[in-house]
């Protein structure tokens, strides 16, 4: 159970005032909240960006050259625009000393007339500009004087989204402020004097109410003290669940490997050296007594299916069953299509669960129950409480590049202490590692499969459309198959994107039914027909949107087209970009870009055109997102992180890890101090899965 006194901040955003479903959508957006409504606390942590300081300025002869002010005087004068002029309503305040001109561009004089009436004091906020000497403020803020108070004179500068201003935001995220509780403290006292933070609340207040602009930068202590919360969650959530399988002894798997080499002799070629280490570290850890806990990383088209296959076939000898879990729908079916005909070969049964499957599950479900079931592949239904196994031995996470390992690690209920394999695509830097990961050991996939050859990438102006698209025609001529990706279209419809429908409908003139369609809004039953009919002989062109990043494997498709690629991020890239080159053709990748490229993504798309090589482009990927990507999404971060930016909090982690370490061995003592604040920090973070990993749950 949550702690009540986390409550208000767990309230829907939708609860404060000013959130209408309009809104809330808004702030959905901009918080990067994809899953349920956004709540209180994603407002709060929706850090700004920036601020503006306003300068309160007591006599008009000494207004500054620039910058934010707030001024007082009396109305002096109003110089309304003549009919139809396009000139602006001028109003002049004066203070006896000096004056300055208020400008208003399309506005009704009655509303001017009732705001700043004549001979009457106001304030006004706003930005000073000077014209022929004369200071000017355009549209400022007007108030009363009596209520100047409410003026901002530090007013933080929110990431936005179409459609919601900063004024507007900023309000809502006040109001947000206005809810949060005081919490009890889960730092130690030590830490928290040495570093001199302020309290978890007071660092929110600081962050949105701010006294001053340097308050709000990351190197300052209330941001560092957020970030060292978050990473403090996490780390403290890793080690639970690393404490917990350390606890639960795993089984010592018992196998000869007859049924792997009947793979091997099945497949029309031999495992990379790098595969067979990888499959050696993971016989080893099967035989031991003690939990597999790997992680097999190997860039997009390493092959690490076959190695998971390999190790799914050693415990299914010892009679254990595996699940293997992808993140998206697709990529079951696809890991369902390579394994099953392969398992089948070999006497092993797989069954597909997916969230949409209905028909046919009470039967699976049965049969997985009974042990008549032994490889078990989809989605994160296979979690659901309904699914149970007779023995599951090995669970398998195809997590490719997408984070959320915490989550996934907990899965550990539906066997007695599963051995894990964690599948990633490689680009996590190792310094990240232990952040995502915590204590895995590590098999990587360096060597990729023998006769790949290097994607060539080009990058072109989509200026150059037409020209594209006959190089496509002729390609598709001599055979070759084509992925053509466009960003997903969910924004405003204002934003000028290529619609992946109106880009197959324009490519469908010129290849009639080879032209194909994919997109995440088409139901379970399209989308695998439209994939089929792409691996037959039948399509040529398949028109995608993002769906195809994680893992579509289509070996002879030779040539990727990626629209608006500089809407994309570099692993997002790279991951689109390995769906060619998997077979022996040679194959290329065609990035095009609408002008004018920003300096990051000029930057990002000369990352790609420069190499192939996943873990070069994983660390120029962190080193460019560093810098000011200000879309104001989570991704501006480290990924799976809101609050935390390694390149300002990077040395927090170390401290993070000492920190959570303390924490443990505090409460494996029986200590109860301090239990209720960790549990409101891991709730806080969404790591309360670990909770019931804690000493008395
Ligand atoms: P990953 O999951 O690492 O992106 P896959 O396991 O999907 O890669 O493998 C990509 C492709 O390479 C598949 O078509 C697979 O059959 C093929 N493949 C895997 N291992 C080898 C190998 N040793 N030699 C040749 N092809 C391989
Ligand atoms: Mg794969």
Redesign the pocket.
């Known amino acids: 159970m949550r702690p009540a006194l986390l409550d208000p901040l767990f309230a829907e955003a939708a609860s404060l005032p000013g959130v209408g479903p309009k809104v809330e959508k808004l702030l959905a957006r901009v918080t990067g909240v994809a899953e349920g409504p956004p709540l209180v606390r994603d407002l709060l942590f929706h850090l700004p960006v920036s601020a503006i300081a306003r300068q309160q300025i007591a006599s008009l002869d000494e207004l500054p050259q620039q910058g934010h002010v707030v001024v007082t005087g009396k109305v002096e004068h109003h110089e309304a625009p003549r009919r139809h002029s396009r000139a602006p309503y001028r109003v002049i305040l004066d203070d006896g000393r000096g004056t300055v001109e208020l400008i208003f561009f399309n506005i009704r004089s009655q509303w001017i007339e009732k705001i700043l009436p004549l001979g009457a004091t106001r304030t006004v906020s706003g930005r000073i500009d000077w014209f022929d000497y004369r200071a000017q403020i355009v549209h400022p803020e007007v108030m009363e004087p009596n209520a100047a108070d409410k003026i901002q004179m530090v007013e933080p500068i929110y990431p936005l989204t179409e459609g919601l201003s900063s004024r507007v935001l900023g309000k809502i995220v006040r109001a947000a402020l206005d809810r949060a509780p005081t919490l009890p403290e889960w730092i130690t006292a030590d830490l928290i004097a040495r570093e001199k933070w302020p309290s978890l609340t007071e660092a929110l207040a600081a962050m949105h109410r701010p006294q001053e602009a340097a308050a709000l930068l990351p190197e300052a202590p209330a941001w560092r003290r957020l970030a060292f919360d978050e990473l403090l969650a996490s780390q403290l959530a890793l080690g639970l669940v690393r404490r917990n399988a350390r606890k639960t002894a795993g089984k010592a798997r018992q196998f000869s490997g007859e049924r792997a080499a009947k793979l091997h002799e099945l497949l029309p070629?031999?495992?990379?050296q790098a595969?067979q280490d990888a499959v050696t570290h993971i016989r080893k850890d099967l035989r031991s007594p003690e939990r597999m806990l790997r992680l097999l990383q190997?860039d997009?088209?390493?092959?690490?299916?076959?190695v998971a296959l390999n190790a799914i076939l050693d415990v299914s000898e010892d009679g254990g069953q595996s699940a293997l879990m992808a993140p998206t729908e697709i990529l079951a079916r696809q890991h369902f299509a390579t394994i099953a005909p392969l398992a089948e070969s070999i006497g092993l049964t797989t069954a597909l669960f997916t969230g949409k499957d209905i028909a046919g599950r009470g039967e699976k479900l049965a049969a997985l129950a009974a042990g008549d079931i032994d490889i078990a592949i989809g989605t994160h239904a296979l979690f659901q409480e309904s699914v149970a196994f007779k023995d599951l031995g090995l669970v398998i996470v195809d997590e490719q590049h997408r984070f959320g390992v915490h989550q996934r690690m907990l899965l550990s209920g539906k066997g007695s202490a599963p051995d894990l394999l964690v599948?990633t695509?490689t680009p996590i830097p190792r310094t990240l590692v232990l952040t995502y990961f915590g204590d895995m050991e590590i098999s990587e996939?360096r060597e990729k499969?023998?006769?790949r050859r290097p994607i060539d990438t080009r990058v072109a102006s989509s200026e150059r459309l037409s020209e594209v698209k006959e190089r496509i025609r002729s390609a598709v001529d001599k055979g070759e198959k084509v992925y053509w990706v466009c960003p997903l279209v969910e924004e405003s419809e204002s934003l000028d994107v290529a619609a992946a429908e109106e880009r197959f409908r324009d490519l469908e003139k010129m290849f009639g039914s080879r032209a194909l369609l994919l997109h995440g809004r088409m139901k379970a039953a399209e989308k695998a027909e439209a994939m089929q009919r792409f691996r037959d002989a039948g399509g040529a062109v398949l028109v995608a949107t993002t769906v195809i990043e994680v893992?579509v494997?289509v070996?002879d498709a030779s040539i990727i087209v990626i629209e608006h690629a500089e809407r994309f991020g570099l692993a997002q890239l790279h991951q689109l970009r390995?769906r060619v080159g998997?077979g022996d053709k040679p194959s290329s990748c065609l990035l095009l870009y609408k002008p004018p490229l920003s300096e990051t993504a000029r930057e990002r798309l000369k990352v790609m055109r420069e190499t192939n090589d996943g873990f070069v482009i994983a660390e120029a990927d962190l080193k460019l997102r560093g810098e000011g990507d200000l879309l104001g999404t989570r991704q501006s971060g480290m990924p799976g992180f809101r609050l935390a930016r390694p390149e300002f909090h990077g040395d927090l982690l170390s401290l993070a890890r000492d920190e959570a370490k303390l924490i443990l061995a505090r409460e494996e003592k029986g200590g109860d101090a301090g239990r209720e604040a960790i549990r409101c920090l891991l709730y806080l973070f969404g790591r309360d899965e670990a909770i019931r990993l804690m000493r008395s749950g």
């Open positions: 070629f031999a495992l990379t595969q190997g997009v088209g390493s092959g690490k299916t076959l599948m695509a996939l499969p023998a006769g893992g494997d070996p390995g998997r």
